[in-house]
């Protein structure tokens, strides 16, 4: 299947952490992806996993991996209102392509 | 220096017109892709080459014809534009399936 998926909006208060939470597909992806897309921009890799990882921590970013429930979250810490984005979640399919999630746009708050 | 370049940035043009969009890349990737943004965001692959070869031709109008001349060019011409045609197209590269880059997008503004 292609359905990878994300909750819609989150909004969040500037300084406290944001979670953005993806449920993937392909239990084989070799890595998966965040992607995060500012207002009128083009797509900018925010961070990634290789599978065999549960955790990585990159930063004010932590990625957590969850194979059994291909479960994919992404924590922003000390959210800071240049945070304010889209974010999307993408793995790895067939030929290569990367299959998207529908984006989660957090808005952040002062 | 930009990995992954589109050109135009920009694009508006009317109903019925005939238009192409350039994308390079000078990362040495093997694959490029186009994929369209729609009004709601959600992106879609259209298509992926592989060394100039063709790999992914999703479920797009014939009107919609990619060209990789070689394996750093992948452009997009576009026959007898639709209004449904506005959206913003990303290129992109990959070495395998890593490696991912973008482009910084063409909004396309069909009127």
């Known amino acids: 299947g292609e359905d990878v998926e994300q909750s819609l909006f989150l909004s969040v208060r500037e300084g406290d952490s944001s979670v953005i939470n993806c449920t993937y597909t392909?239990?084989?992806?070799?890595?998966l992806y965040w992607y995060k897309q500012e207002p009128g921009a083009g797509l900018q890799l925010l961070t990634y996993?290789?599978?065999?990882?549960d955790m990585k921590q990159d930063q004010r970013l932590t990625v957590l991996l969850n194979k059994k429930d291909k479960h994919l979250s992404l924590r922003i810490a000390d959210t800071q209102t240049g945070d304010s984005a889209i974010y999307f979640c993408?793995?790895?399919?067939?030929?290569?392509?990367?299959?998207f999630g529908g984006g989660t746009r957090v808005l952040v708050k002062p | 220096d930009t990995a992954v370049s589109q050109t135009p940035k920009y694009l508006v043009t009317q109903m019925g017109n005939d238009k192409s969009i350039k994308c390079e890349q000078n990362?040495?990737?093997?694959?490029m892709y186009w994929y369209k943004q729609d009004s709601k965001k959600f992106l879609k692959i259209m298509f992926s080459?592989?060394?100039?070869?063709?790999?992914i031709n999703e479920t797009v109008p014939n009107r919609f014809s990619p060209k990789s001349p070689d394996k750093a060019h992948l452009n997009l011409h576009i026959n007898s534009l639709e209004l449904g045609d506005s959206a913003v197209y990303f290129c992109?590269?990959?070495?395998?399936?890593?490696?991912?880059?973008f482009g910084s997008g063409t909004r396309l503004t069909v009127v």
């Open positions: 990362l040495g990737h093997d694959t």
């Open positions: 392909d239990s084989s992806s070799t890595y």
């Open positions: 992109a590269s990959s070495r395998g399936d890593s490696s991912y880059t």
């Open positions: 996993i290789f599978s065999n990882m």
């Open positions: 993408a793995e790895p399919a067939a030929g290569n392509k990367l299959t």
């Open positions: 080459y592989n060394n100039k070869e063709l790999i």
